[in-house]
């Protein structure tokens, strides 16, 4: 069974301060994939990840994927109110039946406070 | 580009009954994905359809489950006899030839007393 876990659970931070969100797998997917997920609604893919030791930036958030592409990370800079939400990675499978599949880590809410 | 429906956005039943949820994904897109959230966690994956055919259950997906996609296009999950423990998030993602994208519906919030 493949695991994604994701650290921590919970951030309550200050406006202004940066933050990092860890994903860490027991086993490598094709690549790897960020969603932010706000109440009521459906993930939104925010950015995905396929080569080891990646690093994709969108405006203050930047993506990492590790060597050996079984963990990843999120870290935000100065963060606002509007960052607020609940982060998820998630590991996709590309290989026969499975193929998109998403298998995603228990997500971390992140909490900014003005 | 509508985004991906789902319908109802909240169901509230009681326990035993059955309920049947739909998901219209977007146009052109040959990947369907069900997916079930519970709170404070991650969603997990339930079925999945190329065109009409499902080509794969997760072993969450009990004997009262079913879900199909008789056109290729639009997809119903259904739940009989519910139990307290089907409360949940359910989500329908569909994705485009040939990438992973996944884009995702607002989700039927399912509350069964």
């Known amino acids: 069974t493949q695991l994604l876990e994701q650290s921590p659970q919970f951030l309550s931070i200050q406006e202004g301060e940066n933050l990092t969100v860890y994903c860490n797998s027991s086993s490598v997917f094709s690549s790897l994939q960020w969603y932010r997920q706000e109440p009521g609604e459906g993930p939104v893919l925010l950015v995905t990840?396929?080569?080891?030791?990646e690093v994709k930036k969108l405006k203050r958030l930047t993506f990492q994927f590790g060597d050996a592409r079984k963990d990843s990370s999120l870290h935000i800079t100065a963060a606002q109110p509007g960052d607020t939400g609940l982060y998820l990675c998630?590991?996709?499978?590309?290989?026969?039946?499975?193929?998109?599949?998403?298998?995603f880590g228990q997500g971390t809410i992140l909490t900014v406070h003005p | 580009d509508t985004g991906v429906s789902q319908d109802p956005r909240h169901k509230i039943t009681k326990r035993g009954q059955n309920v049947t949820f739909r998901c219209d994904p977007i146009s052109e897109h040959n990947r369907l994905y069900w997916y079930r959230q519970t709170l404070g966690q991650g969603p997990e994956f339930l079925t999945y359809f190329q065109n009409e055919a499902q080509l794969e259950k997760s072993r969450l997906l009990s004997d009262r489950f079913s879900a199909e996609r008789p056109k290729g296009s639009f997809s119903t999950l259904e739940i009989q006899r519910t139990e307290q423990g089907d409360s949940a998030m359910y989500l329908c993602?569909?994705?485009?030839?040939?990438?992973?994208?996944?884009?995702f519906g607002p989700g039927t919030r399912l509350t069964v007393t």
């Open positions: 990840v396929v080569t080891g030791g």
């Open positions: 993602a569909s994705s485009p030839p040939p990438g992973y994208e996944q884009y």
């Open positions: 998630a590991g996709v499978n590309a290989g026969g039946t499975s193929y998109g599949k998403l298998t």
